[in-house]
T-cell receptor, first 112, second 114 residues
Framework: SQTIHQWPATLVQPVGSPLSLECTVE??????LYWYRQAAGRGLQLLFY??????ISSEVPQNLSASRPQDRQFILSSKKLLLSDSGFYLC???????????FGNGTRLTVT | AQKITQTQPGMFVQEKEAVTLDCTYD???????LFWYKQPSSGEMIFLIY??????QNATEGRYSLNFQKARKSANLVISASQLGDSAMYFC???????????FGAGTRLTVKP
C-alpha cells in the first residue's frame, strides 16, 4: 500500500533562517507531488507541484522553492524565512485522473 | 483558471440531522473531478467523496453524498445522520483532467451539536 511521510511535524524557526521540509512517498512510482500551505483557519494554497524528477511548477511567487531530486522525494526550501511563511505545510501525492490526492500529516511551521 | 467557492464559513447542525455544505466551481475544462475532504483539528486531510464531471449519477459514500448539478456548477456535500465526530473543517476541491493541480475552496467549519 502507498504511504506518505512528511517531517518534521512541528518546527519553530527564527526570521532569516533557512528551511528544509521533506516529503517521501512509498508504494507507488512516478507520482505527482504537491506542496500546499494553509494559514490558520483558512483554505489550502497550492505552492508547488511536480510531475517528475526535476520538474517543478510554481504557483505562487515567494521566497520558497521546491525540488524533486528523486522520484518519490519532494523538498520544500527557503534560504531566509519571513514571518509570513508561518503556517501549516502539507505534502500530497496523486497520479491517476479522477483519483484524490493523498496527504501527509503536515508540518506546522512557526517563524519567530 | 479554476476557482472553488465555499460561501459558508461556519455551519451548525443538530446531532442525527442532515446538513448540506455548499460548493460552486468555475472552470473552462470539459473534464474534471470534484472532491470533498474533511480536516479534523489534528490537521490531517481525509478524502471523503469524488464526483467525475461525466458521471451521470450523484456519488455516495456511506453517510456522504454529493449533490452534483453540472449546469449550475455546484457540488454540494450532504452529510446524513450527523455525528459529533463530524465536527471539522470541510473542503471542496477540483482537479481538471488535463491539469495536474488540485484547487481548494476556503472551507466550511461544521459543528455538530449534541
Amino acid at each position: 500500500s502507498q504511504t506518505i511521510h512528511q517531517w518534521p511535524a512541528t518546527l519553530v524557526q527564527p526570521v532569516g533562517s533557512p528551511l528544509s521540509l521533506e516529503c517521501t512517498v512509498e508504494g507507488t512510482s512516478n507520482p505527482n507531488l504537491y506542496w500546499y500551505r494553509q494559514a490558520a483557519g483558512r483554505g489550502l494554497q497550492l505552492l508547488f507541484y511536480s510531475v517528475g524528477i526535476g520538474q517543478i511548477s510554481s504557483e505562487v511567487p515567494q521566497n520558497l522553492s521546491a525540488s524533486r531530486p528523486q522520484d518519490r522525494q519532494f523538498i520544500l526550501s527557503s534560504k531566509k524565512l519571513l514571518l509570513s511563511d508561518s503556517g501549516f505545510y502539507l505534502c500530497a501525492w496523486g497520479n491517476l485522473e479522477g483519483s484524490p490526492l493523498h496527504f501527509g500529516n503536515g508540518t506546522r511551521l512557526t517563524v519567530t | 483558471a479554476q476557482k472553488i467557492t465555499q460561501t459558508q464559513p461556519g455551519m451548525f447542525v443538530q446531532e442525527k440531522e442532515a446538513v448540506t455544505l455548499d460548493c460552486t466551481y468555475d472552470t473552462s475544462d470539459p473534464s474534471y473531478g470534484l472532491f470533498w475532504y474533511k480536516q479534523p483539528s489534528s490537521g490531517e486531510m481525509i478524502f471523503l467523496i469524488y464526483q467525475g464531471s461525466y458521471d451521470q449519477q450523484n456519488a455516495t459514500e456511506g453517510r456522504y453524498s454529493l449533490n452534483f448539478q453540472k449546469a449550475r456548477k455546484s457540488a454540494n456535500l450532504v452529510i446524513s445522520a450527523s455525528q459529533l465526530g463530524d465536527s471539522a473543517m470541510y473542503f471542496c476541491a477540483m482537479r481538471a483532467y488535463n491539469n495536474n493541480d488540485m484547487r481548494f475552496g476556503a472551507g466550511t467549519r461544521l459543528t455538530v451539536k449534541p
